[in-house]
């Protein structure tokens, strides 16, 4: 009986704290996340909060600054207002216009400005250009 | 199965376009290798590719077991046979992932493998997670006949340890080839990004290490039964996820190649393997009870079982985080993220206490540690971490991070835990058998080869460990912008921009950087990162030099990698004066080609394949000619250079050569000599 209840008792410290856990990392997980958008949903996005934007770069838009570059984004699918969108750091080898990015960053004033490094270009696929056509 | 293979590599290597695979990741131009390889970096290829390793591992663990489980055996091949049949009938009829859809007409020549993907490591990083992905079959069919026929002992346990070490082994080379690939490419994010394909790569792995760790529990003790088949299934259920995700576009990735027509398949195949799995366990849960309880927490099962939690919890941190943004939306109707730092802050504490495991594990007896038994294992390590400890404190900043602290003196303890245990049995040996002590350590390793190849997997993790605390906690980068002559320190370092380079290379225009890089007054490296622009090969850019910048580009990374730390370099060259250059030069090449060449064309068509070929020729001198002038005009236009410097990247990969070592050593011949003499045995009986 003793034993079995000793048993028990470790078995309830366990979930509790498996419990605990879980929710700590649920909890923290929503603050610590970002928002996925597309430039089209950021024309309401809120001043100094972080966004995961994915669109795709428009043609002719990419121009070099002092210390970065500037270029412009629409959705996914072309279609929107072109979001104009600053950043500095690394740029991905595929990156190019017409190719889809997803950057980390802010809304300040319109603009879209970029968390260094944070820029990810996918990869082009053959496959799907074959299906785009 | 090996014909396909066998057809479509073919079809690569003669450069048959009429097969639409073929046409649109090769080229007439693509090195003889690349065109090998080209085939799983197509959606069809890599499909085949996993239903021809899947028929290679059947087979042999079918030979393997011929003479055993007899009642067992049957059903494992059943569920190995369905999930071949699943690839097969896939490729066959889901749409447009057939290898052998042909094209008509047939093009000349293809569009070419993505430059990005000719790689040396593209060559085997992809078939070696495959193989690790596609090992886990064996066991888990195995664990599902066990279930099905109520024989659930140990037997197939035994019968397929061998396959989930090889698994766990090639998905180790997998995940750390990737790992290297993506150090040495630039925007890739480092080693580790936490990128979703990579998690998705991880994450059978921990899952494959804690039922690695728990089937001893089983073999030795009869418990954990439940258990064991679940992680088989969890391990088999992630590794299928894993092929889903690179392919599915499902979540952003760099790895996404495009969305897909496979993605339901895939999840009904993940579904039918979970639903029936635990339909199955629950139904047969009145035999998988534990033949014992655990006697005490201080004892090698019950460490186990802790490691087991904890690899756990890595995994359901990882998984996640990974489909953080499909859980947010499913919740509260906006997809979000979560970026590195997030994982970084979850999975250091764990990967800390298990550093810790790693040393305890190996050095706790079953059943339960006496007392006195764990004076005598635990006190010289835990001096050993003391002194480690204190001399961190005193000689090096690692004090400046709280986790790399720690986990530099969990290494130490670990270290020296594991280096005590052997010892003391090679001591033990040498005393009843003779001999010196490294022939005592060998003939004990030989003996129990899975303990001691543990002990070697361990060591080489615990290195890997220190590698990424220390490279990730104490790395300095910077991007500096230098006109040739100029100097910058970066760290210890001075680099000074000798001057920019620009050759041809095959269809490419590689711009680099000369690079002098000195340390303490003396020179340290002399390294050249470059960027190569790749001529556009879809057709879409009109002729001439400027459609260079119209195709790929890639980066080739300067790197000098030390045991004490890597200086890593890119380069991000500055091309406008070269390309104001070349659009004028072929401004003057499409004028006359327009006035000269193209009347002696109409006027006789025929001629128009030798002209071709002589513009051709004109337009590559034309090149070489723009090259030379820009190279001799010496311009001085500034780039950007970034540098990293990061310490201890090399242990990394030296930690984890270690790791596969041992891996290798308790999975390889031993099981293998053993099932020799077994089978011969048999034979003469």
Redesign the interface.
């Known amino acids: 009986m003793d034993v079995q209840r000793k048993r028990q008792v470790r078995l309830f410290v366990a979930l509790g704290a498996a419990l605990l856990?879980a929710t700590g990392?649920?909890y923290?997980?929503?603050n610590?996340?970002?928002?996925?958008r597309q430039p089209s949903e950021l024309v309401d996005a809120v001043p100094g909060k972080t966004y995961?934007m994915?669109g795709k770069v428009v043609k002719d838009s990419v121009v070099?600054t002092g210390?970065g570059i500037r270029f412009k984004v629409k959705d996914r699918d072309g279609t929107g207002e072109a979001l104009p969108v600053t950043y500095?750091?690394?740029?991905?080898?595929?990156?190019?216009e017409g190719r889809e990015i997803?950057l980390?960053g802010t809304v300040e004033n319109g603009v879209f400005v970029g968390e260094p490094d944070?820029?990810?270009?996918?990869?082009?696929?053959?496959?799907?250009?074959?299906?785009d056509q | 199965m090996v014909l396909c293979v066998v057809v479509i590599e073919h079809a690569f290597l003669t450069d048959d376009f009429s097969f639409n695979v073929v046409a649109?990741?090769s080229s007439i131009e693509t090195p003889a290798f690349y065109k090998f390889t080209a085939m799983w970096s197509?959606?069809e290829g890599s499909l085949l590719l996993w239903a021809f390793i899947l028929g290679i591992v059947s087979t042999i663990s079918l030979a393997a077991t011929r003479h055993k489980l007899r009642d067992l055996v049957p059903w494992a091949t059943a569920v190995m046979m369905g999930i071949a049949m699943f690839f097969t009938g896939l490729m066959l009829l889901g749409g447009?992932v057939n290898p052998f859809t042909t094209i008509s007409p047939v093009p000349v020549d293809g569009?070419g493998l993505?430059p990005?993907l000719q790689h040396p490591s593209m060559i085997i990083h992809p078939p070696m997670l495959y193989t690790g992905y596609v090992s886990l079959t064996v066991p888990f069919a195995f664990a599902i006949g066990a279930l099905i026929s109520r024989r659930v002992d140990a037997a197939w346990i035994k019968s397929t340890r061998g396959f989930a070490l090889i698994a766990w082994t090639f998905l180790s080379i997998g995940i750390i080839l990737g790992s290297r690939w993506s150090y040495t490419?630039?925007?890739?994010g480092g080693y580790w990004a936490w990128d979703p394909v990579e998690n998705a790569s991880v994450m059978p792995w921990l899952i494959t290490t804690a039922y690695i760790h728990s089937i001893m529990v089983q073999e030795k003790r009869g418990m954990l039964k439940v258990w064991n088949v679940s992680l088989i299934v969890a391990s088999f259920s992630l590794a299928l996820l894993g092929t889903f995700l690179v392919r599915s576009g499902v979540l952003?990735?760099?790895?996404?190649?495009?969305?897909?027509t496979v993605g339901p398949y895939f999840l009904s195949l993940i579904g039918v393997v979970l639903i029936g799995s635990t339909w199955l366990i629950i139904s047969r849960l009145d035999i998988l009870r534990s033949d014992r309880r655990i006697d005490s927490l201080a004892s090698r099962e019950a460490v186990f079982l802790i490691n087991n939690l904890l690899l756990i919890?890595l995994c359901a941190?990882v998984f996640?985080?990974t489909f953080?943004?499909l859980i947010?939306e499913l919740l509260?109707g906006?997809?979000?993220?979560?970026?590195a730092?997030?994982f970084d802050?979850?999975t250091t504490p764990v990967a800390v206490v298990l550093v810790l495991f790693t040393g305890v594990g190996p050095m706790m007896s079953w059943r339960r540690i006496s007392w006195e038994g764990a004076k005598r294992v635990f006190t010289v390590p835990l001096i050993a971490a003391a002194v480690a400890f204190v001399l961190l404190l005193l000689f090096t900043d690692a004090a400046e991070s709280i986790w790399a602290l720690l986990i530099f003196t969990l290494a130490a303890f670990t270290v020296t835990a594991l280096f005590q245990e052997t010892w003391r049995a090679a001591a033990a040996r040498k005393k009843s058998a003779g001999g010196t002590m490294l022939a005592s350590i060998w003939s004990n390793a030989t003996r129990n080869r899975r303990r001691y190849g543990g002990y070697v997997v361990h060591l080489g993790l615990v290195v890997l460990l220190v590698g990424i605390a220390a490279s990730s906690s104490f790395e300095t980068k910077q991007?500096i912008?230098l006109k040739p002559g100029q100097s910058a320190v970066v760290d210890d370092y001075t680099v000074t921009y000798l001057n920019p380079t620009l050759t041809r290379d095959r269809q490419a225009l590689v711009f680099g950087a000369e690079l002098q890089v000195d340390r303490g007054g003396k020179s340290f490296a002399r390294l050249n990162p470059t960027?190569q622009y790749h001529q556009a090969t879809?057709g879409s850019a009109p002729p001439g030099i400027a459609s260079y910048f119209e195709g790929?580009?890639?980066?080739e990374v300067g790197l000098k990698a030390g045991l004490r730390s890597d200086f890593w370099t890119?380069v991000?060259p500055n091309t406008?004066e070269f390309q104001r250059r070349a659009r004028l030069a072929d401004g003057l090449f499409g004028a006359y080609m327009r006035k000269k060449v193209l009347p002696i064309v109409q006027a006789d068509p025929a001629k128009a394949e030798t002209v071709s070929r002589a513009a051709e020729n004109l337009l590559s001198l034309t090149t070489d000619k723009v090259i030379a002038g820009y190279n001799s005009d010496s311009i001085e236009v500034p780039v950007t250079i970034?540098v990293i410097v990061s310490p201890m990247v090399t242990w990394i990969w030296i930690g984890a050569v270690i790791a596969i070592i041992g891996a290798l050593f308790a999975a390889w011949p031993s099981g293998l000599l053993t099932r020799k003499r077994g089978g011969k045995g048999r034979k003469a009986a």
């Open positions: 856990l990392l649920i923290t997980s929503f610590a996340s970002s928002e996925a995961e994915t070099k210390n500095r750091g690394v740029v991905p080898d595929p990156f190019r997803v980390t944070t820029l990810v270009t996918k990869c082009p696929s053959k496959f799907s250009e074959k299906q | 649109t990741h197509s959606q447009d569009t993505n990005l490419e630039l925007g890739w952003q990735s760099i790895h996404a190649f495009g969305d897909s919890a941190i996640w985080g953080f943004p947010s509260t906006t997809r979000s993220t979560l970026a730092p997030w802050r979850y991007d912008e960027r879809d790929e580009a890639t980066s890119s991000e406008d970034r």
